[in-house]
């Protein structure tokens, strides 16, 4: 079993659709959660990061955490052309851990006009 | 406030020579964590380093290496290029502490012929 796994995707949505992007994570003592949005050719760039159970939201981004079932998502509010990206589930496992992000697959989205 | 900074941006070396890569972290940021991305394995985790120190590496080779000097800029050294090392090398800067977020340089392209 993979140590993060994301929804494989490629996700496509119509625009002002709700995207949604899930992560589930095998490490029952992780800490910190991220999501990160990376355009093709460009470097991964961080939209949220989210370390208690419940929901965090910022704008269009809401991030949801469920430590007992190990789950994180990404919900994309009023989807627009420009959110077309890969996103990135980043967990970092363990105290001990230090500077280590492990990272999902990724899941591609676009979102077509 | 400046990014984080990553020179070369673009190298093409030959199998069997050494590559050095160099990121300067954002501004009051004391910790440089590097990875590795490729399409297959996606982004994996190199080392970190923290006050010139060497708190973590990931499961690479001891051809990969890295040092951190007192500015907190940080260089990582591959000797002995194989053709599977080429990859987009990113660099995150953080403040160090557990829950701290990452934050991605443009990365360094690196090609080996």
């Known amino acids: 079993q993979k140590e993060v796994e994301q929804n494989s995707g490629p996700l496509s949505v119509p625009e002002g659709a709700i995207a949604s992007l899930n992560c589930t994570y095998s490490d029952r003592v992780s800490q910190s959660f991220f999501w990160y949005r990376q355009y093709s050719g460009k470097s991964p760039e961080l939209i949220m990061s989210?370390?208690?159970?419940g929901d965090k939201e910022d704008g269009r981004f809401t991030a949801q955490l469920n430590k007992a079932s190990q789950y994180v998502s990404l919900l994309i509010r009023d989807s627009q052309p420009s959110d077309s990206a890969t996103y990135l589930c980043?967990?970092?496992?363990?105290?001990?851990?230090?500077?280590?992000?492990?990272f999902g697959q990724g899941t591609i989205l676009t979102v077509h006009p | 406030k400046a990014g984080v900074t990553q020179t070369p941006r673009y190298l093409i070396k030959t199998r069997g020579q050494q590559v050095t890569l160099s990121c300067s972290p954002i501004s009051g940021h004391r910790s440089v964590s590097w990875y590795q991305q490729t399409p297959g394995q996606g982004l994996q985790f190199l080392f970190e380093y923290f006050s010139e120190t060497q708190r973590n590496k990931g499961n690479f080779p001891g051809r990969f290496s890295g040092r951190q000097f007192s500015n907190s800029r940080s260089e990582m050294n591959v000797s002995t290029l194989e053709l599977g090392d080429s990859a987009l090398y990113l660099c995150a800067s953080s403040l160090g502490q557990t829950l701290n977020e990452q934050f991605f340089g443009p990365g360094t392209r690196l090609t080996v012929l």
């Open positions: 980043a967990v970092k496992e363990k105290s001990t851990s230090y500077g280590k992000l492990t």
């Open positions: 989210i370390y208690s159970n």
